[in-house]
Each structure stands twice: as C-alpha cells, then as structure tokens.
C-alpha cells in the first residue's frame, strides 16, 4: 500500500516562499513518477510538476522559473520549492505518485496525498 503524506502547507506573504514535503514509504519510491497537483476552488484540479524516476521534470507554465520539483530517493520524498509566490498559487496541493506496470496487462496507479493548503495573501 502506498501512502503519501505531505507536509509544509501554510500561510505565506505574496514574494514569499514555501517547500512543501511528500513522504512515499517504501523501497519501491525510486521507480515512481512524482508530481505535485493543486486544485483552487471553484477550478479544475492542474498538474503544478512533475519528476520522473529518472529525473526529468516537467512544470506548469504558470509556475516555470518559480517552483522547482525534486526527488531524495535514500528518503523516500520528493519536494516542491515554491519560490515568489503569488495570491494565484493560492490553492490545496496534492501529492501524486504514478506507476506503470507491465505485465499480462498494462496499468497505471496512481496514489495520492491528503493535501496541503498553501494560501499567498498578504
């Protein structure tokens, strides 16, 4: 059973930063993608970025330059650096781990964190 469990969510001045932690135990973390997904209300719930096992990020182009996504795999945990932050970052960030399996059949999983409330007001 894979379980994510985020922490360093809070309330932040807009220009200030947070690094948002995602714990994954477990000895398998290392094949997993990891991303950090964030849902305001009122909107859909978008892909903030993302690391592969191997290392390749991707990131939303609203956050691009802002927010650096990476991995420790000794820990088990992946971070997401939220530098300059704006009243539209604003909003619950989640935690998702992806693998795909191969096999007899082909699936993915997909596995995800309680959320952490990131809030930029000043």
């Known amino acids: 059973q894979v379980q994510l469990v985020e922490s360093g969510g809070g309330l932040v001045q807009p220009g200030g930063s947070l690094r948002l932690s995602c714990a994954a135990p477990g000895s398998i973390f290392s094949i997993y993608t990891m991303g950090w997904y964030r849902q305001a209300p009122g909107k859909q719930r978008e892909l903030v970025a993302s690391i592969t096992s191997g290392g390749i990020t991707n990131y939303a182009n609203s956050v691009k330059g802002r927010f650096t996504i990476s991995r420790d795999n000794a820990k088990n945990t992946v971070y997401l650096q939220m530098n300059s932050l704006k009243p539209e970052d604003t909003a619950v960030y989640s935690c998702?781990?992806?693998?795909?399996?191969?096999?007899?059949?082909?699936?993915?999983?997909?596995?995800w964190g309680q959320g952490t409330q990131v809030t930029v007001s000043s």
């Open positions: 998702n781990a992806r693998i795909t399996v191969v096999g007899v059949s082909t699936r993915t999983y997909d596995y």
